[in-house]
């Protein structure tokens, strides 16, 4: 069964719905703000799409517009799907997560090595001391191809561990790889036909897969760039095959199928896994880091908090993709952001996202409701996005709220203005750091049409209606010329 939606779940609907136009204008602004070449993004909410758009391009040099059906690499979003298979393995009595892992792939205990005697669960909390990446990991680099299952071993074996098993979380990619061997020796079948058949057609998720797929047209694929940290310029980079890695980096997907993906990991949908094993995988094992306030993981899943309120998901790094998932399993909200450049902001985007959606959410946020606001006054009226000398200012609504929003900020709500309608040309401050122009108005000035000509903000001065340049060079924008 999959969740059914109650009568507090169409109230929250109604506020993300809301919000859902803000949050387009702001991604999209994003987007051209950090020079982004392209950006997919998906909002869900228990396996419902509420949300789903492209931004900027696939192909910046063919002039290919990015659409919802263009394929990212998701890369690490690849071990939730090996964790999920691990605990279906579990369900089904074919693997134990106490087992060694030298049970399942001999060639360690044959060589000695400490991993052999790591339980399934260590090896998939990231715990079992195993090096990131090998000493020689320049297939991240695309300087050399990544390893078959026998390099996989060669690397592990020659100074794979670097700390006592069980001591410390140490996340590493060849650890998910061993884990794709796992499974395969549990299941009988490769990993790629496992995951195939138990997760990806379970869910009809149909542009969704395991590693590159050379069948599908090339025109399928997004065309990934290098970051702008080093250069001025970007610079395209091919897609490759992860052979043995796979399970650690190999997937590819977009950002509707990873919505509806994540959404089998909710509370209550046992298309793939019961809750059980759905909360062993989720639950926070380690930090990430030293820090208490640090996110954490689970198997296969982490853990992090926006805005105070847990989060559950997967980040992805591969050459030209920058890729971020997040869900909140009590409301069911599903957020997935792809990106196709190195540093791509993902997590900035979907953190953001998250962020607006929980404010919607909020009955008891500061400031006056709509509801509450002259009701001769459309609330449309009055929003939009105005620029000046000193920077750009949105004023949007988020759930049941008016609010003032700095887009250029790192998140959109650090320092939101509370706003109240007065009449259909002034709203007010009311609320909001008192550095700025709180409990002073916000003036419209309009043409004969009724169109928005220029606003007054607090503090007197004017900024006139303004929007991302919808003719600007793509090769400029997505920062390739």
Known sequence: MTNTPTSSDDQLLDRYRATLPYIDSWAAYKTWQLRVPGVQVAIGHRDEVLFSTAYGSADVEKGVRLGTGHLFRIASHSKTFTATALAQLVEAGKLRFDDPVGQYIPQLAAAGSP?????????????????????DSD????????????????????????????????????????????????????????????????LGLANTGPD?????????????????????????IDHVDTHAMSSATGFYSTAEDLVHYFSAHLPGDDRLLTDHSKWLLQHEAWKGSDKESSGGYGIGFGNEKVDGTRVVGHSGGFPGHITQSLFEPESGVVVSVLTNCA?????????????????????????????????????ATVTGRFAGNWGVAD???????????????PTPLELPVRLEITDADTVRATAGSRFGAIDEDIRYLR????????????????MTPWDVPGDEDPLISAGVA
Not at 213 to 227: I, L
Not at 395 to 409: F, T, W
């Open 395 to 409: 004023i949007a609504v988020v759930g049941d709220r008016l609010l003032q929003i700095d887009p250029g900020s």
């Open 447 to 462: 043409d004969t049409s009724g169109a928005i000509t220029s606003v007054r903000n607090g503090g007197g001065m004017s």
């Open 139 to 202: 297939h991240w680099q695309l300087a050399q191809p990544f390893p078959d299952e026998e390099k996989l071993l060669d690397l592990v074996l020659d100074h794979g561990t670097k700390t006592p098993v069980g001591s410390k979380f140490n996340y590493s990619n060849l650890g998910y790889s061993l884990l794709g061997l796992v499974v395969a020796a549990a299941s009988g079948q490769s990993y790629r036909d496992y995951v195939k058949a138990e997760i990806i057609d379970k």
């Open 115 to 135: 991993i052999a005697d790591a339980t399934v669960r260590e090896l998939a909390e990231q715990s079992a001391g195993v090096i990131r990446d090998g000493l």
């Open 343 to 379: 540093a791509g902001p993902a997590s900035v985007i979907g953190r953001g996202i998250l962020s607006l959606l929980f404010a919607a959410a909020d009955e008891s946020a500061p400031g006056t409701p709509l509801s509450q606001m002259p009701a001769d006054v459309d609330p």
């Open 212 to 236: 590159f797929d050379k069948s599908r047209p090339a025109e399928e694929w997004v065309r990934g760039y290098s970051g702008l940290h080093a250069a001025r310029t970007r610079k395209p």
